[in-house]
């Protein structure tokens, strides 16, 4: 799935230009020829990534394979995850491309790929490192066209900051109420965020939805 961020430039109280940005998904692109495992994540050769990992000459660097395990995290290719981490691989790690960044966590949160999620998290990946526009892994777990529902849980329960506010001062819940994310927004409120916070425009989770139900919910969670 490719990667959509939006951004707007403001001049006082008017917008003078609104950006949408698709960035090709991190395993695709990343990594480039230059990285010589490359082409086995991309295959799903697990067979020739072990083989590379233990005979290229010089050995491949960790930086390698660490960019190899962000490749492996988009994929969805539990076993090569597996493969890397064992080989040292730095599971906090940000690469850089059309001048973004991402790390494995964060790539494998906008996958949706939670089962490598929790193999990066117990390896030691920190869930409240963020990357371009401040974007913490909790932002990246809800997204317009879907939220990660175990993948907010396992954040969570790994420590992350369930109020983390982006580069606009929004959180997760800002953005699961503008989504009309109703399951999120229940796990969200369930787990503590707070309902209040207010973006930089001044506006809270409750004025972002259109949504009746997560209205209905947010005021709910206001009369606890």
């Known amino acids: 799935m490719p990667m959509v961020y939006q951004f707007r430039l403001f001049c006082g109280f008017f917008i003078l230009l609104s950006v949408s940005v698709t960035i090709p998904s991190a395993w695709g692109q990343a990594l480039g020829s230059k990285n010589r495992l490359h082409q086995a994540i991309i295959q799903e050769d697990i067979k020739r990534l072990s083989e590379l990992l233990n005979s290229l000459d010089p050995p491949p660097t960790r ?48 996958e949706n790929h939670p089962r490598i999620v929790e193999m ?33 849980i396992l954040l969570l329960e790994a420590g992350a900051d369930i109020n983390a506010r982006d580069s606009l001062k929004r959180t997760a819940l800002h953005r699961a109420a503008e989504y009309g994310h109703i399951e999120a927004v229940k796990v969200l409120l369930a787990q503590g ?7 930089h425009t001044g506006r809270t989770p409750w004025d972002r939805t259109s949504s009746g139900e997560v209205r209905k919910l947010l005021s709910q969670s206001n009369d606890r």
């Open 63 to 110: 930086n390698e394979i660490s960019e190899a395990l962000i490749a492996a995290s988009g994929k969805g290719s539990e076993v090569g995850a597996s493969v890397l981490i064992k080989h040292k691989a730095d599971p906090n790690a940000t690469i850089m491309f059309m001048g973004f960044e991402t790390t494995a966590l964060i790539t494998a949160v906008r």
């Open 193 to 199: 965020a707070n309902p209040h916070l207010i973006d």
């Open 120 to 152: 990066l998290l117990k390896c030691g990946a920190d869930p409240n490192k963020a990357n371009t526009f401040d974007w913490k892994p909790l932002h990246h777990a809800v997204l317009p066209e879907k939220a990660s529902i175990t993948s907010i």
